[in-house]
C-alpha cells in the first residue's frame, strides 16, 4: 500500500488503476482507524479492484470548541490497519494541501434541511464542513463508489443527498455500525473515556435498543418513549443532548404512520460527545 501525500500524487495513482481497466472505491476517514473503518476498506475491496483511503481530521468540521487539537493522530498504526484491511492506496494530505487558499474563502457546499437539526443543531457549520470536505475529495479521487458508516446516519443523509443533487456518478454505500461486546458503537472518541465512564457506555445503546423494542411492540406516544429514554440515559450517568424518533430516510420527526424509523441520540459522557442510532423498518419485521 503506498501513501501518498498531494493531490497531484493521488490523481498519478488513481489514473494508473484506471488504466488497468480497474474500478476505484474509496473510503474518507479522519484516522484514528479500528475495526469499524477496516470493515468499510473490506466493503469496498470486495466490491472494487483499486481502494483509496483517505485520512485527513479536517478543521472546517470542527467547532472553535471542540477537540480538532486533540483528536488523535496515529498514522503508522493506520497504515498498517488499511494495509490488513486491502485497502491499496492511502491519501493523507496536509492541511495546506487540502486548503492551499486558506478556509475563509473556500467554496462551500452546504444541503439544507438534512443537515438542520440534530448533530447540526448542535454542532453549526458540522455539516457544510463535511459535505465541503468529501465534495473536495470526492473531486480528487473520482471513485466509483465511496463507503461510509452507518453510525453517522446523518452524515450519510447528507453525503447521500449531495450526491444526488450535484450528480456525482458516485454509488454511496452505507456499512452497519461495528460495535463492541457490550453494545457500544466503536468510535474514535471512545478513547477520550475512563474506565469507569467506558463502563457506562453501553447504556447508550441499551437505551435505543429498548426503545426499539417498545415501538415494534406498538408503542407510538414518541414523546412518552423520548423523555422515558432521556431520563433512563440520564440515570446511567449521560447528559443527553438530543434523543430522537425520526423518519429514516428525510430525518424528518416521526409519525404515527411511518413504518421507515430511526432512533437517534447525541449524549455527553463527561467532555466526550458519543453518538449512535438504531434503524428499524417495521414492515421488515
Ligand atoms: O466520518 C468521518 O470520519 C468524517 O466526517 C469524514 C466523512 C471523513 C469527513 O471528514
Do not use: W
Not at 19 to 27: A, D, L, P, Q, Y
Not at 167 to 180: K, L, S
Not at 199 to 225: C, F, H, K, N, V
Request: charged content about 20%.
Amino acid at each position: 500500500m503506498n501513501t501518498v501525500k498531494t493531490v497531484r500524487e493521488l490523481r498519478a495513482a488513481v489514473a494508473r488503476a484506471r488504466s488497468e481497466g480497474k474500478r476505484i472505491g474509496f473510503v474518507p476517514t479522519m484516522g484514528n482507524l479500528h475495526s469499524g473503518h477496516a470493515a468499510l476498506v473490506a466493503k469496498a475491496a470486495q466490491r472494487v479492484d483499486f481502494v483509496v483511503a483517505s485520512i485527513f481530521v479536517n478543521p472546517l468540521q470542527f467547532g472553535p470548541s471542540e477537540d480538532l487539537d486533540k483528536y488523535p493522530r496515529t498514522l503508522a498504526a493506520d497504515q498498517e490497519k488499511l494495509l490488513e484491511a486491502g485497502c491499496h492506496l492511502l491519501f493523507a494530505p496536509t492541511v495546506e494541501e487540502m486548503y492551499p487558499e486558506g478556509m475563509n474563502g473556500q467554496t462551500r457546499v452546504s444541503v439544507p434541511q438534512l443537515s438542520e437539526g440534530l448533530c447540526g443543531a448542535s454542532r453549526p457549520g458540522h455539516f457544510e464542513g463535511v459535505a465541503t470536505v468529501v465534495s473536495k475529495l470526492f473531486n480528487m479521487v473520482q471513485p466509483d463508489l465511496a463507503v461510509f458508516g452507518q453510525k453517522d446516519f446523518q452524515q450519510l443523509a447528507v453525503i447521500r443527498a449531495l450526491v444526488r443533487d450535484l450528480n456525482m456518478p458516485i454509488q454511496i454505500i452505507g456499512e452497519p455500525t461495528v460495535r463492541a461486546e457490550d453494545g457500544l458503537a466503536l468510535s474514535s472518541r471512545n478513547g477520550y473515556l475512563n474506565a469507569e465512564q467506558r463502563t457506562i457506555a453501553p447504556a447508550l445503546y441499551r437505551t435505543l435498543s429498548q426503545m426499539a423494542q417498545a415501538i415494534r411492540e406498538g408503542q407510538r406516544d414518541y414523546a412518552a418513549l423520548i423523555a422515558q429514554g432521556q431520563q433512563q440515559l440520564t440515570d446511567a450517568g449521560f447528559q443527553p443532548d438530543y434523543l430522537e424518533v425520526r423518519q429514516a430516510l428525510t430525518l424528518r420527526p416521526a409519525q404515527e404512520a411511518d413504518r421507515d424509523l430511526v432512533i437517534l441520540v447525541a449524549a455527553y459522557m463527561g467532555s466526550t460527545r458519543l453518538i449512535d442510532n438504531l434503524h428499524l423498518n417495521l414492515d421488515d419485521q
